[in-house]
């Protein structure tokens, strides 16, 4: 049984900065995505504080929010069957150094911070997040 759904994708500053976005789109239409929205944009630390509110508390809140908001990022509306799971699959894990071979983060990643994409982790923060960079 297909279950489409739709998950929001960064490619992050470090990602941007190298001019990597449009093989980074390739890979997400090479592997199933479709890609229904995109912009390029370059957030506030406001707004990425708002956007990262869950990680409030941990130590690396500060420098993550300053670095998501140090230049421009590309947001998009990913779909495809399972785009939660999926894109969270082909990302890699957090730390490109733990990150398989052929996952986004292996392939472009710098460092923890600077590990190219971002993911929604579950159907649920997807709906926010999207609304968040799609509808206001
Ligand atoms: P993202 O939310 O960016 O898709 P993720 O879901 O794999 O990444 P989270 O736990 O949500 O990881 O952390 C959000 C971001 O915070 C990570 O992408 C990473 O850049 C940063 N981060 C996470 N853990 C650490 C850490 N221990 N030290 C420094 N930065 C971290
Ligand atoms: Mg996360």
């Known amino acids: 049984m297909s279950n489409i759904q739709q998950t929001l994708s960064i490619i992050k500053p470090d990602a941007v900065e190298r001019n990597l976005q449009d093989q980074i789109k390739k890979d997400f239409k090479n592997n199933g995505f479709e890609i229904i929205k995109e912009k390029k944009i370059h957030i506030s630390k406001e707004e990425a504080e708002r956007f990262y509110k869950v990680h409030e508390t941990k130590p690396f809140y500060n420098d993550l929010c300053a670095y998501l908001s140090s230049g421009p990022i590309v947001v998009m509306t990913l779909e495809r069957d399972n785009a939660v799971m999926e894109n969270r699959k082909l990302m890699g894990a957090t730390n490109p150094t733990e990150a398989e071979d ?18 929604s982790d579950s159907l649920e923060n997807a709906k926010i997040e999207l609304d968040f960079f799609f509808n206001n």
């Open 102 to 119: 052929g996952t986004l983060r292996k392939k472009y990643g710098i460092s923890i911070d600077k590990n190219s994409v971002h993911g």
